[in-house]
């Protein structure tokens, strides 16, 4: 197993719980040094996988959206609990504490420099350790080398995005999901202020060459003017986090005979919203799932049933309206945009979306 996200996480624990050898390969010298995501978990994932309380934020029911001007806001709640954001680091360190109670060897600071005739070659710092396994299960990222190795399919179109996080512990806030949407500052996605009464998120994303003057300034030209942060004092330093986000859907081909890929490495994130936590947990116990029939009866061919173009299929709705939002390429575009959201049909719709029963769609 190559990168101990939460996606790798899971997959690892789950195959070490059946009973199956596990090594586990993370680059990273700390699960907490380097965090990328925001962290934000929808109901259906909190509903359906056991999560650690003491990491979850207070429960968000409210969103507004706005257009580029920022007047005219779209305000939506909901009578459930439908958002949380976790904790990432900590959350890291909790699930690699029931991967190693499960079994798994883990192995920080090591990477994964490729395959050579049948062994896997990973690097640590006392030098090259090459290792013989069944399989190799890439949860190595949006870039990720084991889908190279592989011959796997590749994500090609991705969104940068960064944000920046801080404390703002008041139980006076009621928690709430701002989104902007503006071309200007997040060029095919979101802008977005998240408050939850313990910390604000503030972040960007969008088509990283359709920044006008880069993704760094747009989100501190976002940060100053950012909706739900009057009078919130912001400390001179915060934590800073930056990654790609790939929104092309999941990949056709996210198997072969040697492995699979699973989380970002396999594009199982929402091509609409981005959202990646949910996918990356449900595919990856699909994948343990296939890897544990596979290594059981000794038959490859189990791999093939883990099927990139089956679960594509199901994302035709979501892929139409990312062409939607990748062509709201002006401030009049979003703004008459609004002008739908603005109506019952439009408000249902992006209730539809945003507070939703769905969840990533497993065969």
Same mark, same amino acid.
Not at 143 to 171: H, I, K, Q, Y
């Given at each position: 197993?190559?990168?101990?996200?939460?996606?790798?996480?899971?997959?690892?624990?789950?195959?070490?719980?059946?009973?199956?050898?596990?090594?586990?390969?993370?680059?990273?010298?700390?699960?907490?040094?380097?965090?990328?995501?925001?962290?934000?978990?929808?109901?259906?994932?909190?509903?359906?996988?056991?999560?650690?309380?003491?990491?979850?934020?207070?429960?968000?029911?409210?969103?507004?959206?706005?257009?580029?001007?920022?007047?005219?806001?779209?305000?939506?709640?909901?009578?459930?609990?439908?958002?949380?954001?976790?904790?990432?680091?900590?959350?890291?360190?909790?699930?690699?504490?029931?991967?190693?109670?499960?079994?798994?060897?883990?192995?920080?600071?090591?990477?994964?420099?490729?395959?050579?005739?049948?062994?896997?070659?990973?690097?640590?710092?006392?030098?090259?350790?090459?290792?013989?396994?069944?399989?190799?299960?890439?949860?190595?990222?949006?870039?990720?080398?084991?889908?190279?190795?592989?011959?796997?399919?590749?994500?090609?179109?991705?969104?940068?995005?960064?944000?920046?996080?801080?404390?703002?512990?008041?139980?006076?806030?009621?928690?709430?999901?701002?989104?902007?949407?503006?071309?200007?500052?997040?060029?095919?996605?979101?802008?977005?202020?998240?408050?939850?009464?313990?910390?604000?998120?503030?972040?960007?994303?969008?088509?990283?060459?359709?920044?006008?003057?880069?993704?760094?300034?747009?989100?501190?030209?976002?940060?100053?003017?950012?909706?739900?942060?009057?009078?919130?004092?912001?400390?001179?330093?915060?934590?800073?986090?930056?990654?790609?986000?790939?929104?092309?859907?999941?990949?056709?081909?996210?198997?072969?005979?040697?492995?699979?890929?699973?989380?970002? @490495? !396999?594009?199982?994130?929402?091509? *609409?919203? #981005? $959202?990646?936590? +949910?996918?990356?947990?449900?595919?990856? &116990? =699909? /994948? @343990? !799932?296939?890897?544990?029939?596979? *290594?059981? #009866? $000794?038959?490859? +061919?189990?791999?093939?049933?883990?099927? &990139? =173009? /089956?679960?594509?299929?199901?994302?035709?709705?979501?892929?139409?309206?990312?062409?939607?939002?990748?062509?709201?390429?002006?401030?009049?575009?979003?703004?008459?945009?609004?002008?739908?959201?603005?109506?019952?049909?439009?408000?249902?719709?992006?209730?539809?979306?945003?507070?939703?029963?769905?969840?990533?769609?497993?065969?």
């Amino acid at each position: 197993m190559v990168g101990a996200g939460l996606a790798g996480l899971h997959c690892a624990t789950q195959l070490a719980r059946a009973g199956h050898q596990v090594l586990l390969a993370e680059r990273r010298p700390t699960l907490t040094g380097t965090v990328r995501t925001t962290g934000i978990f929808v109901r259906r994932t909190l509903e359906d996988f056991a999560l650690p309380e003491e990491h979850l934020g207070p429960v968000i029911r409210r969103m507004v959206l706005y257009p580029p001007g920022l007047t005219g806001p779209v305000a939506l709640t909901s009578d459930r609990d439908e958002y949380r954001v976790g904790d990432m680091g900590p959350l890291y360190v909790a699930a690699a504490r029931d991967a190693v109670r499960a079994g798994v060897d883990l192995r920080l600071a090591t990477r994964f420099t490729g395959l050579r005739e049948g062994t896997y070659l990973l690097e640590d710092a006392a030098g090259p350790l090459p290792v013989r396994a069944r399989f190799v299960v890439g949860a190595d990222g949006a870039r990720s080398r084991v889908a190279r190795e592989l011959g796997l399919s590749r994500n090609t179109r991705l969104l940068m995005g960064a944000e920046e996080v801080f404390p703002d512990p008041d139980p006076r806030v009621e928690p709430t999901f701002h989104c902007v949407v503006d071309p200007r500052v997040a060029p095919g996605y979101l802008a977005w202020v998240l408050r939850d009464g313990e910390h604000v998120h503030v972040g960007t994303a969008g088509h990283a060459t359709r920044f006008p003057r880069g993704l760094y300034s747009a989100l501190r030209d976002f940060s100053a003017r950012a909706p739900g942060l009057e009078g919130v004092p912001r400390p001179a330093s915060v934590e800073k986090r930056a990654g790609p986000i790939p929104v092309g859907g999941v990949l056709p081909r996210i198997a072969a005979p040697d492995g699979l890929l699973v989380g970002d @490495a !396999a594009g199982a994130v929402s091509p *609409l919203t #981005a $959202g990646g936590l +949910d996918p990356c947990l449900r595919l990856s &116990g =699909h /994948a @343990a !799932a296939v890897l544990d029939e596979a *290594l059981r #009866a $000794g038959r490859v +061919d189990a791999l093939e049933c883990y099927d &990139g =173009h /089956a679960l594509r299929a199901r994302f035709r709705k979501r892929l139409l309206l990312r062409k939607g939002l990748d062509g709201l390429r002006t401030p009049a575009l979003a703004t008459s945009a609004f002008a739908v959201l603005r109506t019952p049909p439009g408000q249902a719709l992006a209730r539809r979306i945003l507070f939703g029963n769905g969840s990533f769609p497993l065969p």
